[in-house]
């Protein structure tokens, strides 16, 4: 596993943007698929977006296609999620996570095949 640790979140107007960071310790982080979820108060983990270890393969969830990208540098352990043209229903903690040794591409989705976990980091949009 590795330890994760987010950064970036804030609060911003409707149609702004925001740049979260996730820091990873350990040396197989550039091995490793990483994902972005968010909860908002009362709901469920949701998927946002995902990037294979090479970021030759990313993922989106429909609400935020077109606004958010993901990108990483494995170099620095780091991966990040652009979020642009915020909207208020974007107002929610975001966590990174870290796929575990056997994940399965197909269901990037799903928080059961990540196994490291950010503490989360809050983006608020105000209308």
């Known amino acids: 596993q590795v330890q994760l640790v987010e950064s970036g979140g804030g609060v911003v107007q409707a149609g702004g943007s925001l740049r979260l960071s996730c820091a990873a310790s350990?040396?197989?982080?550039?091995?490793?698929?990483m994902g972005w979820f968010r909860q908002a108060p009362g709901k469920g983990r949701e998927f946002v977006a995902h990037?294979?270890?090479?970021?030759?393969?990313?993922y989106y969830t429909d609400s935020v296609k077109g606004r958010f990208t993901i990108s990483r540098d494995n170099a620095k352990n780091t991966v990040y999620l652009q979020m642009n043209s915020l909207k208020p229903e974007d107002t929610a903690v975001y966590y990174c996570?870290?796929?575990?040794?056997?994940?399965?591409?197909?269901?990037?989705?799903?928080?059961?095949?990540?196994?490291?976990w950010g503490q989360g980091t809050q983006v608020t949009v105000s209308s």
């Open positions: 996570a870290a796929g575990r040794v056997y994940f399965l591409s197909s269901r990037y989705y799903s928080p059961n095949e990540y196994d490291s």
């Open positions: 350990g040396r197989t982080f550039s091995t490793k698929a």
């Open positions: 990037s294979s270890w090479s970021e030759g393969t990313t």
